[in-house]
């Protein structure tokens, strides 16, 4: 099976301070077109799916490092600081708003909640920065899933380094390596064969059009380690402001 889905997003960042540390807000809404492609019973068939995909929420709060500054006080900061380490943490929640149809077996919703807690250190040291980030996903039941069976599913673990390198402000490069490993799923109470494990990788770059407007594109490839699973290669271009 073959899927090809083209995703625009619209996302609202907030930072703000909490307990005196730095936290963000973030607020994602994108709409998909996807197309499924495959054989069903050796016969060609091909599925489309237009439509909202879930909102994602994600509040974040640094607990070490990059304390909360704004303007001449944040840009002197940045300037005098060339080595600094970060620890932060962070909870994403998928809401299940997405379009969904109760009678398919393939969707762009998920008709569940996710929620995703993630431990994240970032050291800088001049021009170059690691990151690292541990999450787990947990998932709600589907009590509606296809002609309305009950869908279940374990957690899912990943990790993902990134290497980042500077070249100017708000030019940068970076790669990044990924595993993940579960998300087991159970329909009815009988549990079905497809434990994920995935290998992933991305390039990524980012460059200031002006002083408030920057592109960032990236090219993210999966491979799955297992006989189920998705393999995919993705695009991604994005515009980001600020004010």
Not at 89 to 95: E, F, Q, T
């Amino acid at each position: 099976t073959e899927v090809r889905v083209q995703t625009a997003a619209l996302a609202y960042i907030r930072t703000f301070q909490l307990l005196g540390k730095t936290a963000r807000l973030d607020v994602v809404q994108g709409w998909r077109d996807a197309r499924w492609t495959g054989k069903l019973d050796g016969v060609d068939t091909a599925v489309n799916r237009k439509g909202l995909a879930d909102t994602r929420l994600r509040v974040s709060m640094n607990l070490v490092g990059a304390p909360p500054l704004s303007g001449k006080e944040y840009a002197a900061y940045r300037a005098a600081t060339k080595t600094e380490t970060i620890l932060g943490v962070a909870l994403n929640v998928d809401l299940p708003t997405g379009h969904y149809k109760k009678d398919k077996l393939l969707n762009i919703g998920s008709n569940r909640f996710t929620f995703s807690p993630q431990l994240g250190a970032v050291h800088t040291r001049g021009n170059w920065t690691i990151e690292g980030t541990a999450a787990v996903d947990f998932y709600t039941d589907n009590n509606s899933f296809f002609h309305g069976n009950k869908l279940e599913q374990d957690p899912f673990f990943n990790v993902q380094v990134h290497a980042i390198r500077d070249f100017s402000p708000g030019f940068w490069a970076s790669a990044s390596l990924g595993y993940g490993n579960g998300s087991q799923s159970t329909v009815n109470g009988e549990e079905k064969d497809d434990r994920k494990e995935f290998v992933a990788w991305a390039l990524s770059v980012g460059y200031p059009v002006t002083k408030r407007l920057s592109i960032k594109a990236a090219y993210i490839s999966t491979r799955r380690q297992r006989e189920s699973g998705l393999e995919s290669d993705t695009l991604t271009v994005g515009f980001s402001t600020f004010w």
